[in-house]
């Protein structure tokens, strides 16, 4: 069986305390990488309930920034398939879709 997987990207305006925002990540069962101000989101894409599973953490992560008066970057997300498989996926931020690339550069590189 193949699967494969999707990176979400964003870039926070400001560095806060994002270690709990990683534990309310992991409640859905997301990976999360940090560095700065940049947070990715990792999951395996099997089924659309992985998909759902995505949606509802990005949705974690707005309250979660909304809540610190934190601004999300959403010009700077996206989503990036990584694997064989790609997995046809509207994900947004508070109503605007999130554009699906098929590469993305990493702290400016």
């Not at 990488?33 to 707005?62: S, T």
Request: some cysteine; hydrophobic content about 45%; glycine content about 4%.
């Amino acid at each position: 069986m193949y699967s494969s997987r999707i990176q979400y990207s964003c870039r926070f305006k400001y560095f806060s305390a994002i270690l709990d925002f990683a534990a309310i990540l992991d409640c859905y069962g997301i990976r999360i990488k940090l560095f700065a101000d940049d947070a990715k989101l990792y999951v395996e894409i099997v089924n659309e309930l992985n998909v759902v599973q995505l949606q509802q953490a990005i949705d974690a992560l707005v309250r979660w920034s909304t809540d610190r008066q934190l601004s999300i970057s959403i010009n700077k997300c996206c989503l990036l398939n990584i694997g064989r498989v790609t997995f046809s996926t509207c994900l947004n931020i508070d109503g605007i879709v999130l554009p699906t690339v098929k590469s993305a550069r990493d702290l400016g590189v």
